[in-house]
């Protein structure tokens, strides 16, 4: 089914959309210090991706997105797995987080932790699952697909 797009709302998502994407950045980076962190950011660009998806529908939000959804969530989960086993390396108990200080010019004293390492996977999963969703539910039908019919069983 093809919709008449609106142009008032395709540009005020396309500007909305980034804005979005850059606050869920804020959330992430701020997370371990302040209300955010890597679920309460992914979820927050996916509410991004969401507002994509009103404008254009699901090819629009295939049309925006790096690389698929399956690569986002693959990637996430790794880095969170090997972020909880790293701290087994250094002798401590899974996930068990650890800091570093280091003295950057202009930016002064600054802690690196593992917890931002972590949050960023979960990022990459939330972030990855919510497209995955957006593009599933606008999908149509392609070649070689059985309609359900009624009654819930696939034709044949």
């Not at 390492?117 to 999963?125: A, K, P, S």
């Amino acid at each position: 089914m093809r919709f008449r797009r609106s142009l008032v709302l395709d540009v005020g998502v396309r500007v909305t959309f980034h804005t979005v994407l850059l606050f869920s950045l804020f959330l992430l980076f701020a997370g371990h210090n302040a209300p955010g962190g890597g679920f309460i950011g992914g979820l927050v660009a996916g509410a991004a991706f969401m507002l994509r998806y009103v404008g254009g529908g699901a090819d629009e939000v295939q049309r925006i997105e790096p690389v698929t959804p399956e690569v986002l969530l693959g990637t996430g989960v790794i880095i969170a797995v090997l972020t909880g086993m790293a701290s087994l390396v250094f002798g401590g108990d899974f996930l068990q987080s650890g800091y570093h200080p280091q003295d950057l010019p202009l930016l002064g004293k600054v802690s690196f932790t593992s917890v931002l390492v972590f949050d960023i996977g979960v990022y990459l999963v939330v972030v990855g699952l919510v497209v995955g969703v957006l593009r599933s539910l606008g999908r149509e039908e392609t070649e070689g697909e059985a309609a359900p019919a009624e009654g819930g069983e696939a034709a044949t």
